[in-house]
């Protein structure tokens, strides 16, 4: 096989593994927004307690890292705070019952049991702590749990598919990055590295397992098997531990996306929580649980399903129409500047100044809509900005309108 196929085939399969959860993700995040009363994610996930509820809410969720991407921003565009986004967030892909019953039978009880304790200390811990760097803003959230991207009172299907999507679209890019990355360390790392290093030191093999699994796309419950062979190998089982908590819970998109969505200050209160958290967790499971020993290891064949290669597919067009989508944007944000800089622009720009937009996926929303109306030239939405330019012969009570219409309120 060469080495552009293997990377190829790489490539699809961990898209195969991640597009479902996404999906899901994105499905509970729409669901969530739909279902929830108004206000109701902003009363009960905010403050110290909201941090603990948030924490206990995700735990039994069947979610990967890149599962639970859709679903926390979701919970913070819906009113939840910082701190409580962030602790589910940590908390949620460690573990799932699905992740726990596979590590009980693989590892033993006492291990999965261990897991479910860790998930729940590094997601409090881990939200308390972003409340205190990265407080959310008073104006970020509102009683009435506003600021999400779909209209408060839209109560169906298409509301929570289209609030699904949103959430993608914001993140995109940084999931294309962890892919790929994900791939090519699959490729070109030898099968071998990790089970080679048992000779160098407990710790010091906790430390490489972290350092090779944080950047890694590595679901809870289909890695358990990895990381028994791991284990049968050789390896300290303390050491899967810290692949199991590290890895799911890490990778270069969900890093990505918790800066994107949260600040520096809460990437690294994240980063810093899961990487002490697993080690601590790793030396204590060994110092306590070390000497047990788990039983053969049966022959689990991790191949992919029908539903993850069409799960795989209609991630490759989503992403495509992102691309195209968000292609589209900067075209038009290009076309706003260069007619805002000539004298031959039919009509003077309109700036309207907008609240509640959360992400990127707000913005983009927005603009197609401006985009989509006959009397435009152009349109651009700027959600660092908070405002809307627009040229063309469009009333301002129209672009009014428009930006109620999606959701989002007009300001000044």
């Not at 760097?133 to 779909?150: H, I, L, R």
Request: with cysteine; net charge negative.
């Amino acid at each position: 096989m060469s080495i552009v196929l293997e990377f190829t085939t790489h490539t699809w399969a961990v898209m195969a593994e991640l597009a479902p959860w996404l999906f899901l993700g994105a499905a509970v995040s729409g669901l969530l927004h739909i279902m929830l009363p108004d206000g109701f994610i902003h009363r009960q996930l905010s403050g110290r307690l909201g941090v603990l509820k948030a924490v206990a809410l995700g735990i039994p969720m069947p979610l990967c890292s890149c599962g639970v991407i859709p679903t926390g921003i979701g919970l913070k565009q819906d009113g939840a705070s910082n701190g409580a986004s962030v602790g589910f967030i940590t908390a949620t892909p460690q573990t799932g019952v699905d992740s726990i019953l596979v590590s009980a039978s693989f590892l033993g009880w006492p291990f999965a049991l261990t897991k479910v304790v860790a998930a729940l200390v590094t997601g409090v811990a881990s939200g308390l702590a972003t409340d205190l760097v990265s407080p959310t803003p008073a104006e970020a959230t509102s009683a009435d749990g506003g600021g999400s991207c779909s209209t408060p009172k839209a109560r169906t299907v298409r509301a929570g598919v289209d609030h699904g999507l949103d959430v993608i679209q914001s993140i995109w890019g940084w999931l294309v990055s962890g892919v790929l990355l994900s791939a090519a360390l699959s490729t070109w790392l030898p099968a071998d590295f990790f089970s080679g290093l048992v000779a160098v030191g407990t710790l010091t093999t906790f430390l490489i397992v972290l350092v090779g699994s944080v950047p890694l796309y590595i679901c809870a419950t289909a890695s358990v098997p990895v990381a028994a062979s791991l284990v049968h190998a050789g390896m300290p089982t303390g050491a899967a531990m810290v692949f199991l908590m590290a890895g799911p819970a890490t990778n270069v998109a969900t890093l990505g996306a918790v800066y994107r969505a949260f600040g520096g200050r809460s990437l690294a209160v994240y980063l810093v929580t899961i990487v002490v958290g697993s080690v601590a967790f790793g030396l204590g499971y060994e110092g306590l649980f070390g000497a047990l020993t788990i039983g053969d290891l049966a022959d689990h064949t991790h191949a992919i399903p029908w539903w993850g290669h069409l799960s795989a597919g209609l991630f490759a067009l989503l992403l495509g129409w992102f691309a195209i989508d968000d292609l589209r944007g900067w075209a038009a944000k290009r076309a706003v500047e260069s007619q805002m800089r000539s004298t031959e622009a039919t009509a003077e720009p309109i700036v309207v100044q907008v609240g509640g937009m959360t992400c990127g996926g707000c913005s983009g929303k927005l603009q197609r809509l401006l985009q989509g109306e006959d009397d435009v030239e152009s349109a651009m939405v700027s959600h660092a900005d908070n405002q809307a330019t627009v040229i063309g012969a469009i009333s301002l009570a129209r672009i009014h309108e428009i930006v109620e219409g999606a959701g989002f309120e007009v300001q000044g």
